[in-house]
């Protein structure tokens, strides 16, 4: 029996790894596969060209020295990013898929605009009476607001219970929303009825049951009450 590789097999080995580090140098350091299109998905056209705009210094690199993480972590840090997957299509494309921030409302100061998330991110700044889908939430003059902060803390109670009108598909059913003097939340609807959430505990399920009653009661209700979700009224 053999323990000892064979002078000729040890030839070949070296010959193999030879190869392969060529092939890898090759790949690394030639534009045999530079990459010549950022292919873009899942993000809306305006976030579409911020990214294909932070990414265009990597067309003509190699994809191999493409360091995916690091572009990912990058792209992350844009407001409107709520995910980001970076891979390699050989021969010469780059791959980014983008999970965007979902706005639910429109922050309003004086004649300044911008998006905010269900988490109260602000996620971008836009023309005062542009998204008229979404429902408009204001602040006093003065107050600080940016984008990639977050909406002043009185208003998260606000953003979050949109989230979850959404998120029972009510969110293109409501025109605004409101707080009372005890902190209750009131959700208006586009044809004029008022959602009477009470504090902002459950907010899910008692939207959800809102919608179940307005599915139930005939013509529109000027109020569905849903404060105690065990007893939701309708008048």
Same mark, same amino acid.
């Given at each position: 029996?053999?323990?000892?590789?064979?002078?000729?097999?040890?030839?070949?080995?070296?010959?193999?790894?030879?190869?392969?580090?060529?092939?890898?140098?090759?790949?690394?350091?030639?534009?045999?596969?530079? *990459?010549?299109? *950022?292919? !873009?998905?899942?993000?809306? #056209?305006?976030?579409?060209?911020? !990214?294909?705009?932070?990414?265009?210094?990597?067309?003509?690199?190699?994809?191999?020295?493409?360091?995916?993480?690091?572009?990912?972590?990058?792209?992350?840090?844009?407001?409107?990013?709520?995910?980001?997957?970076?891979?390699?299509?050989?021969?010469?494309?780059?791959?980014?898929?983008?999970?965007?921030?979902? #706005?639910?409302?429109?922050?309003?100061?004086?004649?300044?605009?911008?998006?905010?998330?269900?988490?109260?991110?602000?996620?971008?700044?836009?023309?005062?009476?542009?998204?008229?889908?979404?429902?408009?939430?204001?602040?006093?003059?003065?107050?600080?607001?940016?984008?990639?902060?977050? *909406?002043?803390?009185?208003?998260?109670?606000?953003?979050?219970?949109?989230?979850?009108?959404?998120?029972?598909?009510?969110?293109?059913?409501?025109?605004?929303?409101?707080?009372? #003097?005890?902190?209750?939340?009131?959700?208006?609807?586009?044809?004029?009825?008022?959602?009477?959430?009470?504090?902002?505990?459950?907010?899910?399920?008692?939207?959800?049951?809102?919608?179940?009653?307005?599915?139930?009661?005939?013509?529109?209700?000027?109020? !569905?009450?849903?404060?105690?979700?065990?007893?939701?009224?309708?008048?």
């Amino acid at each position: 029996m053999r323990f000892v590789p064979s002078g000729r097999s040890l030839i070949v080995t070296c010959l193999a790894l030879l190869a392969i580090g060529a092939a890898y140098w090759i790949a690394y350091s030639t534009p045999v596969f530079a *990459v010549q299109h *950022v292919d !873009v998905r899942g993000a809306p #056209p305006g976030l579409t060209r911020r !990214v294909t705009r932070e990414t265009n210094e990597l067309v003509g690199k190699s994809l191999v020295s493409v360091d995916a993480s690091r572009v990912e972590g990058r792209l992350h840090e844009l407001p409107a990013v709520a995910g980001v997957t970076v891979d390699r299509a050989f021969p010469h494309t780059l791959v980014v898929r983008i999970a965007p921030e979902r #706005p639910v409302a429109v922050v309003r100061r004086g004649h300044s605009a911008w998006l905010a998330t269900g988490a109260g991110k602000v996620i971008a700044t836009i023309a005062t009476g542009t998204q008229r889908n979404l429902p408009r939430l204001w602040i006093a003059r003065g107050t600080t607001i940016r984008v990639g902060g977050l *909406v002043p803390p009185g208003m998260l109670p606000a953003t979050r219970a949109l989230a979850d009108a959404r998120s029972v598909g009510l969110g293109g059913r409501v025109r605004g929303i409101r707080t009372t #003097p005890d902190d209750e939340l009131v959700l208006v609807l586009r044809h004029g009825t008022e959602l009477r959430v009470g504090r902002p505990v459950e907010v899910g399920l008692k939207l959800a049951i809102a919608r179940r009653v307005l599915a139930l009661v005939d013509g529109t209700p000027d109020y !569905v009450d849903v404060s105690v979700p065990e007893r939701p009224v309708a008048g």
